[in-house]
């Protein structure tokens, strides 16, 4: 997942669609998100979906410690698949795009795989991730 494409002044970098592809197939990946020390934390699985050219993960359970509020607090986090990481920006969009979101979550994992990922409180946590360069 190491893409050293140029990215031109000024532009936002995005995803590949090598990238895209693969966090499309990946059941899970890791995050790592800093901690207050400036570290970097554990890294911890989760679910990934792709809806269009961004990339989305939620939490189940919403909070301000773990990968999910070092993510949030810090605006930054890494991403592993397999043996490759990724640098990524987070931001926190809530319920905008909800329905976009919960149907990739629902068309990956199965409806009832997906149950805890669609509820108005995971929708409330959804963060989309976009690479750092």
Known sequence: MSDARPVAVGA??????????????AIEI???APRRDGGH??????WVVVAEADVFVRTWHRRETG???GAVRSGVARLRVGHATVDVMVAAV??????????A????YGDLAARS????EAAASTLRLTPTG
């Open 67 to 69: 990968w999910y509020g």
């Open 30 to 32: 890791e995050v790592s």
């Open 41 to 46: 934390g554990r890294w911890t699985p989760i």
């Open 105 to 108: 979550y629902r068309r990956k």
């Open 117 to 120: 990922m669609v509820t108005a």
């Open 12 to 25: 936002a970098p995005s995803w590949s669609p090598e990238q895209l592809s693969t966090l499309f197939e």
């Open 94 to 103: 809530g319920n905008t795009d909800a329905a976009i979101v919960d149907a």
